[in-house]
């Protein structure tokens, strides 16, 4: 297990041994999060390397991660623990074949932790051989507000509740990540109990160092190229611009294709690994995907 660093170079280097290429900004706020031991409520689009922060923390520290991927409908029970129904049946007729009658024996039996499935936040609150876990509340717009409430206790106290059993405080709070496409507002109240961060689309430089890091493959002139080009469709209107995780999977494409640099045709043939709709990709057929390659070289200073 590796120490929380003690600084915002440090954070920047640990972020980086796991091939995670931040901004200061964001580096900075990873540093306060672990030191202060706040959450950390991320937004942005998809695509940008929310997600990947908590991957990239959870392997720097050597620290387990567990994931919440939350969804429409999710509700604490889902995400905080479940009686193992099929087993607690087996045990009940087991019991009555058995002609055991002492019912309160047999009650406190069946719930307790034997019949005890564990979810993401139960789990994150329990004791781990290797520390506090990282714990990713993954895409929390995609719930809806009861589920953002339940989660105020979870998130102050860091603890839950458990009626047949009691409350579990965690041992060591877990190094929290939240985050948001931002498909709606996500309520104020969770949002002052976490630090929070825009992570944008990076810059050409940060994109081209985040892409030699994720693609080392890819020569540094293709390299170059599909940034400059993802660069310029970012500011096309499209009904979904691609993130870094589409240039990294273009890159890696063009790669296992043996291409040495974009063309128009190469383009056309793989523009389902950038670009996730059919309204947009239409857009791009004909002469603009070579209008928008003729810019993306034009802005490619020598290298």
Request: net charge negative.
């Amino acid at each position: 297990m590796t120490a929380i660093p003690q600084s915002i170079d440090a954070t920047e280097a640990l972020l980086a041994s796991t091939g995670y290429v931040s901004s200061r900004a964001l580096a900075t706020v990873v540093f306060l999060s672990l030191r202060l031991g706040r959450p950390l409520f991320l937004e942005g689009e998809a695509g940008v390397g929310k997600t990947e922060i908590a991957k990239a923390l959870s392997a720097a520290l050597g620290r387990r991660l567990i994931r919440l991927q939350c969804y429409e409908g999710l509700d604490a029970g889902s995400a905080v623990y479940e009686w193992n129904f099929p087993a607690q049946m087996v045990a009940i007729r087991t019991a009555e074949a058995a002609g055991q009658a002492d019912r309160a024996a047999l009650n406190a039996e069946l719930f307790s932790e034997d019949f005890l499935i564990r979810r993401p936040l139960l789990e994150a609150m329990s004791p781990q051989a290797g520390g506090a876990p990282v714990l990713l509340i993954d895409e929390l717009d995609r719930t809806d507000e009861p589920f953002e409430a339940f989660l105020l206790e979870a998130l102050s106290d860091f603890q839950v509740t458990i009626p047949e059993l009691g409350t579990v405080k965690a041992p060591e709070p877990p190094i929290v990540i939240l985050t948001s496409n931002r498909t709606r507002e996500v309520h104020d109240a969770l949002k002052r109990r976490c630090l929070y961060h825009w992570v944008d689309y990076p810059d050409f430089e940060r994109e081209l160092e985040i892409l030699t890091a994720r693609a080392p493959e890819a020569a540094e002139t293709l390299s170059r190229e599909v940034v400059a080009f993802v660069q310029k469709l970012r500011t096309e209107d499209l009904f979904k611009k691609p993130g870094v995780a589409e240039t990294i999977d273009w890159a890696k494409c063009l790669v296992a294709l043996d291409a040495i640099q974009l063309s128009p045709q190469v383009i056309a043939d793989t523009l389902g690994a950038i670009l996730k709709y059919q309204d947009d990709i239409a857009k791009l057929q004909g002469s603009e995907a070579k209008r928008i390659l003729d810019d993306a070289r034009a802005s490619l200073q020598p290298v």
